[in-house]
């Protein structure tokens, strides 16, 4: 950027640069320059004349902007507690359209405004979609749970179940030797185990009943 300092002596810029009075200089770091406060008060003082490529800048027309809608509100409900602002819903309509911006300014305004409402249909088929998705995944998390919990309680259960009346086998065993050496089973003893005792005592029943 070229500059002229106006000043009548020597005028430092604030990365270093010192510039002549009266000499129009090339300014490297200017867009960081013109940042500052203190530049900005010499512009504006005329102390500093920038030269003729910033003026062509600073008077540039700006971009232009998308024209909105005249129907729609600036904030548009689209599911549950999702809303989406206009200007979200016109770039959106926009990008969809594949229009220049001036393109887009130039539809009449009732094509624009079906394409903007086209948008925000769109908008709320991809809100309810995505709620119901989170439903679903909720729901499975959930039953995941409830079966988790569901299966560590049925083993608590029957680990109560043992202990709260089930026979217990060590016992259950004794008891079947016991029976067993009261009937005259020959040879029985702790070594057996429950099934051989169970029908040694079933056929000594039966002889003794024969």
Same mark, same amino acid.
């Given at each position: 950027?070229?500059?002229?300092?106006?000043?009548?002596?020597?005028?430092?810029?604030?990365?270093?640069?010192?510039?002549?009075?009266?000499?129009?200089?090339? /300014?490297?770091?200017?867009?960081?320059?013109?940042?500052?406060?203190?530049?900005?008060?010499?512009?504006? #003082?005329?102390?500093?004349?920038?030269?003729?490529?910033?003026?062509?800048?600073?008077?540039?027309?700006?971009?232009?902007?998308?024209? *909105?809608?005249?129907?729609?509100?600036?904030?548009?409900?689209?599911?549950?507690?999702?809303?989406?602002?206009?200007?979200? /819903?016109?770039?959106?309509?926009?990008?969809?359209?594949? %229009?220049?911006?001036?393109?887009?300014?130039?539809?009449?305004?009732?094509?624009?405004?079906?394409?903007?409402?086209? &948008?925000?249909?769109?908008?709320?088929?991809?809100?309810?979609?995505? #709620?119901?998705?989170?439903?679903? &995944?909720? &729901?499975?998390?959930?039953? #995941?749970?409830?079966?988790?919990?569901?299966?560590?309680?049925?083993?608590?259960?029957?680990? $109560?179940?043992?202990?709260? *009346?089930?026979?217990?086998? /060590?016992?259950?065993?004794?008891?079947? /030797? #016991?029976?067993?050496?009261?009937? $005259?089973? &020959?040879?029985?003893?702790?070594?057996?185990?429950?099934?051989? %005792?169970?029908?040694?005592?079933?056929?000594?029943?039966?002889?003794?009943?024969?």
């Amino acid at each position: 950027m070229k500059i002229t300092n106006n000043h009548k002596g020597p005028l430092g810029l604030p990365d270093g640069t010192v510039l002549a009075p009266g000499v129009e200089e090339t /300014v490297a770091n200017w867009e960081q320059l013109k940042k500052n406060a203190v530049v900005q008060g010499w512009v504006k #003082a005329k102390i500093l004349t920038l030269g003729a490529d910033a003026a062509a800048t600073a008077s540039a027309p700006p971009a232009p902007s998308l024209l *909105g809608s005249n129907l729609l509100p600036g904030s548009i409900h689209l599911d549950g507690d999702v809303y989406v602002s206009l200007s979200d /819903v016109v770039r959106h309509a926009h990008a969809a359209s594949g %229009l220049s911006i001036e393109g887009w300014n130039e539809l009449d305004d009732t094509l624009r405004e079906a394409k903007l409402a086209d &948008a925000v249909e769109w908008l709320r088929s991809e809100a309810i979609a995505e #709620a119901e998705a989170k439903t679903r &995944a909720d &729901a499975a998390a959930a039953a #995941a749970g409830a079966a988790s919990a569901g299966g560590a309680a049925g083993a608590d259960g029957a680990a $109560g179940a043992d202990g709260g *009346g089930a026979p217990d086998p /060590v016992s259950d065993k004794a008891v079947l /030797v #016991a029976r067993a050496k009261e009937l $005259g089973v &020959a040879g029985v003893g702790s070594h057996w185990g429950t099934g051989k %005792l169970q029908e040694a005592i079933a056929e000594a029943q039966k002889k003794s009943e024969g």
